[in-house]
């Protein structure tokens, strides 16, 4: 099992930027794609940005595409969040997530990651 702790949120203006970190324990981070999340008030969760276990392969939501970039360091066990161009509907809680499968493919689908951290809330206000 992996532990995540997410870091990095807040409060913004419309335009500005944020960092989300995402720090993981528990087992081997180098071998398992990651991905985040998010969840607004009275919506459900959606994908936002997933990455590769090696790094080399990153997906987007349409509505983040060219504003949002993820990153990883394994040797600092950590995924990034890189959110620029913020607009008031990117507010939500932002949740890391680890893959289920080593080596695999990173996915879309909230159902192949398997542990999940605790939110960090990101508020952009108009």
């Known amino acids: 099992q992996v532990q995540l702790v997410e870091s990095g949120g807040g409060l913004v203006q419309a335009g500005g930027s944020l960092r989300l970190s995402c720090a993981a324990s528990g087992r081997t981070f180098s071998r398992y794609y990651m991905g985040w999340f998010r969840q607004a008030p009275g919506k459900e969760r959606e994908f936002v940005a997933a990455i590769s276990w090696s790094g080399s392969s990153t997906y987007y939501a349409d509505s983040v595409k060219g504003r949002f970039a993820v990153s990883r360091d394994n040797a600092k066990n950590t995924v990034y969040l890189q959110m620029n161009s913020l607009r008031p509907e990117d507010t939500a809680v932002y949740y890391c997530?680890?893959?289920?499968?080593?080596?695999?493919?990173?996915?879309?689908?909230?159902?192949?990651?398997?542990?999940w951290g605790q939110g960090t809330q990101v508020t952009v206000s108009s």
């Open positions: 997530a680890a893959g289920r499968w080593a080596y695999r493919s990173a996915t879309t689908a909230e159902a192949d990651f398997g542990s």
